[in-house]
């Protein structure tokens, strides 16, 4: 047991941050993100035999976690919202991810967003990405290419900044 105790505290350190940041620029709302992949790392630790063989275990609790938003998200939306009390909190420039950029994916449909997240902040490859949300390949490169032009789209001030940089 305290070899599997030891391999799964090296995998939480190691998966932590990039699994939050994945699950933050999906939900927008970095509490909430920080819950949902702490209790995705708790499966993870209670399925660890079967966890620790998947492809990507990064990627294991990073769908488990966005799943657990979805299964949140089914409960609450029978129930009616006080004033903004459900709103997102605007990111933090501490959280390392640029606030343009979280309200910017914020705009884009659900699937871009985790594809986004899968492929950028988890480094996925696409085949990866496509067996973890269950779909094509092709349908993911579709959902990228659509997001990444959204974004170069949204986000002319990176451009811009990006011009000054190079001059």
């Not at 699950?23 to 790392?41: I, S």
Request: with cysteine; hydrophobic share 45%; aromatic share 6%.
């Amino acid at each position: 047991m305290g070899h599997q105790q030891d391999e799964f505290a090296d995998f939480y350190r190691a998966s932590k941050d990039s699994c939050l940041r994945a699950v933050a620029a999906v939900v927008g709302d970095r509490k909430l993100a920080e819950e949902q992949v702490a209790e995705g790392f708790t499966r993870a630790w209670a399925a660890w035999a079967k966890v620790r063989t998947h492809p990507c275990p990064r990627a294991w609790v990073t769908r488990t976690a966005l799943n657990l938003g979805v299964s949140r998200w089914r409960r609450l939306r029978r129930e009616v919202p006080l004033a903004d009390y459900d709103a997102a909190a605007p990111a933090r420039q501490a959280d390392g991810v640029d606030p343009d950029l979280i309200a910017a994916l914020r705009l884009l449909p659900a699937r871009q967003r985790e594809v986004l997240a899968l492929r950028i902040f988890l480094d996925l490859d696409t085949e990866t990405t496509a067996k973890v949300i269950g779909i094509a390949p092709g349908t993911v490169m579709a959902h990228m290419s659509r997001a990444i032009a959204a974004l170069r789209r949204d986000l002319p001030s990176a451009q811009t900044k990006a011009t000054e940089v190079s001059r």
